[in-house]
């Protein structure tokens, strides 16, 4: 079992070149990658992004790679005509607030568009360099989330055990239940009919089955300690058990939802209450489970 929140982060040194790269993570249904990258290496994305999917499951992950350069060959230009229409607009607006002074080169080429740069960058040669940072950060992160699942699954299967306790009373209850649905129909029956006849006896038994089919929760029970196994075994025989354990946690509140309507005892009411109180400190930690 693996946590979706993390962090890691990778930089390379002694080089001219320094290549870092970052990644955070969190919660989210599905797997929603991020990648932020310079511009000029905005065609190494597609096998960034593949490498990213192939690790991870699921959660919003972003990766920013950063690349410093003790050298670089740039180009600078001039784009004459955008700066010639900034000094006349600048000109213009003075004009029309009564401003003497005149637009300065300084101002100008601080506007989009003036002064335009070119990188004689081929991004290949980069790539040896980020991939090496790359799979150390995702290492990285991938053991953060690995240790913090694992203190999340140690939570979460206490409270299958508080679960599994609670089913425990419940059945011992059993008998007791269905003993009262007998002994109720019966005292009905006697106070409208008084002395109980052969032929009321045999349809007390009759209402009864019908009642014990009704309100019985044996069914629910067995359902429920199913899917308790189940939910313990998707734990350790799946390494990114998270929608499973989801559904499977949809399953379980519906059996005890069921449980709860149907029994009028005091014991089984209180274990139904603690077997919520569990499966919803369950279902919050689910949320950050892969």
């Known amino acids: 079992m693996k946590s979706m929140t993390g962090y890691a982060y990778s930089e390379s040194s002694g080089t001219p070149m320094t290549v870092s790269v970052e990644i955070k993570s969190y919660n989210s249904r599905f797997l929603d990658l991020g990648i932020f990258l310079p511009p ?19 959660g919003k992950i972003d990766v920013s790679i950063r690349v410093k350069e003790r050298r670089e060959d740039i180009s600078v230009s001039v784009n004459t005509a955008a700066a010639r229409s900034y000094y006349k607009a600048l000109e213009e607006l003075a004009g029309e607030l009564g401003i003497q002074e005149k637009p ?36 990285d992160l991938e053991a ?25 009373i419940i059945e011992v209850k059993v008998p007791e239940l269905e003993a ?69 946690c949809q399953e379980i509140n519906r059996e005890i939802n069921t449980i709860g309507s149907k029994t009028p005892i005091l014991e089984v009411s209180r274990a139904v209450v603690d077997m919520k109180n569990s499966l919803e400190n369950i279902r919050e930690q689910l949320r950050n489970v892969e």
């Open 144 to 168: 953060e989330r690995d240790r913090e699942g694992k203190h999340t699954q140690e939570d979460i299967l206490s409270h299958i055990t508080a679960l599994e306790d609670s089913l425990r």
């Open 104 to 139: 300065n080169l300084a101002l100008i080429i601080k506007l989009e568009g003036v002064l335009q740069t070119e990188n004689s960058r081929d991004s290949e040669k980069y790539w040896p360099l980020i991939e090496e940072r790359l799979v150390s950060a995702v290492n």
């Open 180 to 248: 009262s649905i007998k002994e109720n129909l019966k005292a009905r029956f006697v106070e409208v009919l008084g002395n109980v006849t052969i032929i009321e006896e045999n349809r007390i038994l009759a209402e009864t089955a019908v009642l014990l089919m009704k309100y019985t929760i044996s069914e629910e029970l067995s359902r429920l300690s199913s899917h308790l196994k189940e939910f313990r075994l998707e734990t350790e025989r799946n390494s990114m058990p998270g929608k499973k354990l989801d559904f499977l």
């Open 40 to 58: 000029w290496l905005s065609g190494l994305e597609p096998r960034i992004r593949e490498y990213a999917a192939s690790r991870f499951g699921r």
